[in-house]
């Protein structure tokens, strides 16, 4: 399977640990994005890169949020300090890059749950 | 916020032709229409996009009005598998930017 992979599918932890999650995108895709989902709600958008630059980032990602992307191929999402407004969906998704409305293909997400 | 305005949710029998509407009455001329539908647990799944012309693919069909002030999916033959939400998206082509902006979408209900 060549689609975009998340890992953890699901972490629980404690309120004011560190999490981070790994987010794998379709290997030819030089965009690659960061989604918040709360239950009921539509998908937000938290961060984008284009190769190993961060070039958007969405008044919802706080300074406890921070994303990575080191190489241009995989990217990680570290959650400092979590806090239980943090539990959610973080989905991923890929695309190609500039000069056309790509569209974007979505990971299965990580479901997070803070205690 | 969203620009664009769906119901919250439809019902259709199975084997019937479910039509979801949208409306995005402040769409620009470089504003794409794009459909996604989100299976429960799932991420996001792209479904098919247009500008202007009526577009079809293998899973569904994009219906824009000629004002493209509104537009219908059409998935010709719906089955249980077609329960979703679907999510009507809004966005420029090309540039830097980058996100999709979802609403609530439409919770579609394939009944037997």
């Known amino acids: 399977d060549t689609g975009v992979s998340q890992n953890p599918r699901h972490k629980i932890t404690k309120r004011g640990q560190n999490v981070t999650f790994r987010c794998d995108p379709i290997s030819e895709h030089n965009r690659l994005y960061w989604y918040r989902q709360t239950l009921g709600q539509g998908p937000e958008f938290l961060t984008y890169?284009?190769?190993?630059?961060?070039?958007?980032k969405s008044r919802l990602l706080s300074d406890r949020f921070s994303a990575e992307r080191p190489k241009g191929s995989f990217s990680t999402l570290e959650i400092q300090r979590t806090e239980q407004g943090d539990s959610a969906m973080y989905l991923c998704?890929?695309?190609?890059?500039?000069?056309?409305?790509?569209?974007?293909?979505f990971g299965p997400g990580t479901r997070l749950t803070v205690t | 916020d969203a620009k664009t305005t769906q119901p919250p949710s439809m019902d259709c029998a199975e084997g019937r032709a479910a039509n979801l509407p949208c409306n995005h009455s402040t769409i620009s001329g470089n504003e794409y229409v794009y459909w996604y539908r989100q299976i429960h647990s799932q991420g996001p799944q792209y479904i098919i996009h247009g500008l202007k012309n009526n577009e079809t693919n293998e899973m569904a069909s994009l219906i824009i009005t000629e004002d493209r002030k509104s537009s219908t999916l059409i998935l010709p033959h719906a089955t249980l598998r077609d329960t979703a939400v679907y999510y009507c998206i809004v966005r420029v082509k090309g540039g830097s930017q980058g996100n999709l902006i979802f609403g609530k979408g439409t919770k579609l209900s394939v009944k037997p």
């Open positions: 998704a890929s695309s190609l890059g500039q000069g056309g409305p790509y569209e974007q293909y």
């Open positions: 890169f284009q190769n190993e630059a961060q070039l958007e």
